[in-house]
């Protein structure tokens, strides 16, 4: 029996054990990388968030006249919240103790999606900061969360 002029040989078994080998590498890579799929959050270079602007178009020079964050009450005792846009966690280790923090982790620079437990939490290597430092409780991150001013004026909490 003859074959066709349309059939196609088989795959080599080194061919397949090969293809095999690049999907593997391919998951693999996938799975380590830092699972950011946000990279565009903060534009080309996401290392940190873009500096505000204010309505004269100036950079923000700090003081209180920075934009309201939160309420006071939106922040919980122990807790904390995340302002992805601004690049800040905001926590309340103690009634009324508020402290700022950057929301990227100091290991591979991903946003950190959590505040529970006394912790600030990264989700793509399970590093955990202090909510009342940003001190490493879990690694891998090798250093604290970068401090951020704020200042609380009455009931609000702005940038400083």
């Known amino acids: 029996m003859t074959a066709s002029k349309n059939s196609l040989p088989a795959p080599s078994r080194r061919s397949v054990v090969a293809a095999a080998g690049v999907v593997s590498l391919a998951a693999a890579l996938t799975a380590c990388s830092d699972g950011d ?3 565009d ?6 290392s940190a968030p873009a500096e505000k602007k204010s309505p004269d178009g100036a950079g923000s020079s700090g003081g209180a006249g920075g934009a309201v964050l939160a309420k006071t009450s939106e922040i919980p005792v122990g807790g904390g ?40 939490n990264c ?3 399970g590093s955990k900061f202090d909510i009342t430092d940003g001190s490493v409780k879990a690694s891998p991150a ?14 609000s909490i702005k940038l400083a």
């Open 41 to 46: 959050q903060y534009g080309a270079d996401d």
């Open 123 to 125: 989700p793509c290597h």
């Open 142 to 155: 090798p250093a604290p969360l970068p401090a951020t001013e704020i200042s609380v004026d009455g009931d």
């Open 37 to 39: 799929d946000s990279s």
């Open 81 to 120: 919240k995340i302002f992805k846009a601004e690049g800040v966690v905001v926590t309340q280790p103690t009634k009324g103790e508020f402290k700022a923090f950057s929301n990227r982790c100091t290991h591979k620079q991903c946003p950190v999606t959590s505040v529970e437990g006394g912790t600030i």
